[in-house]
């Protein structure tokens, strides 16, 4: 099915260990971005890439980085895992304001993945 | 800044009821408003889909509406059943150029249909 795929899907680290989340979207969507969600706090973004060769920080960018691969492709990176990331990190894309796609702006979620620090 | 809450936090029905949840927004210069559904444990998965130059759309039991100028959307939910348990999502998307870079959403709607 079409969407967007995020690996893994669970993750056990210890502090100070690093890590890469991959998401990828098959619907050729020009935007990606990656939110966290956490209990009481909602959801909140991280980065985001308007477009492939560019991404920009969200709400809460600190301790995270992020590569745009390709147009598919947008990686979140931990370099040095602290408890307090301890979360539920998704990848959504969209097309653009002025896309035509029949999806006309709407966002698509990947499952999910559920980060423990320990 | 754009703020977007969603009443009640909470609600409890029994099965076969018709119900109504509400989410508001602070800034009307949005470009479309999006309804999602989340299960426990899971991911977000989209309901509906409304432009900011909609009133209305449908899907099933379910019935967004959409009143822009003043900053409010209703999901309407019709003969509510036990698999319609899940959290519900309100989300809104600004306008290009208003400053914002993405979705602001609410914090949920926990809904629970007992059978």
């Known amino acids: 099915n079409a969407g967007v795929t995020q690996t893994p899907k669970f993750q056990v680290l210890k502090t100070g260990q690093s890590m890469t989340l991959q998401c990828a979207q098959d619907?050729?969507?020009?935007?990606m971005y990656w939110y966290r969600q956490d209990p009481g706090m909602g959801l909140r973004l991280i980065y985001y890439?308007?477009?492939?060769?560019?991404?920009d920080k969200g709400e809460v960018p600190n301790g995270y980085n992020v590569s745009r691969l390709n147009k598919r492709e947008f990686s979140l990176r931990l370099e040095s895992a602290a408890p307090s990331q301890t979360s539920v990190y998704f990848c959504?894309?969209?097309?653009?304001?002025?896309?035509?796609?029949?999806?006309?702006?709407?966002?698509?979620f990947g499952s999910g993945t559920r980060l423990t620090v320990v | 800044k754009q703020e977007v809450t969603q009443i009640p936090a909470a609600l409890s029905v029994p099965e076969g009821e018709n119900l109504v949840l509400n989410c508001s927004f602070t800034?009307?210069?949005?470009?479309?408003l999006q309804w999602f559904r989340q299960d426990p444990g899971k991911g977000l998965t989209s309901l509906l889909l409304?432009?900011?130059?909609?009133r209305e759309q449908t899907s099933g039991r379910l019935n967004a509406s959409l009143d822009k100028s003043s900053g409010r959307s209703t999901l309407y939910i019709a003969a509510s059943q036990p698999g319609d348990s899940a959290t519900y999502l309100c989300?809104?998307?600004?306008?290009?150029?208003?400053?914002?870079?993405?979705?602001?959403f609410g914090k949920g709607t926990m809904l629970l249909v007992s059978p």
């Open positions: 989300a809104v998307r600004p306008q290009r150029n208003s400053g914002y870079s993405t979705l602001t």
């Open positions: 800034d009307s210069a949005i470009y479309n």
């Open positions: 890439s308007a477009s492939e060769g560019t991404t």
């Open positions: 959504a894309s969209s097309e653009t304001w002025s896309g035509h796609l029949a999806g006309q702006g709407g966002y698509t």
């Open positions: 409304i432009q900011s130059s909609q």
């Open positions: 619907m050729n969507h020009n935007s």
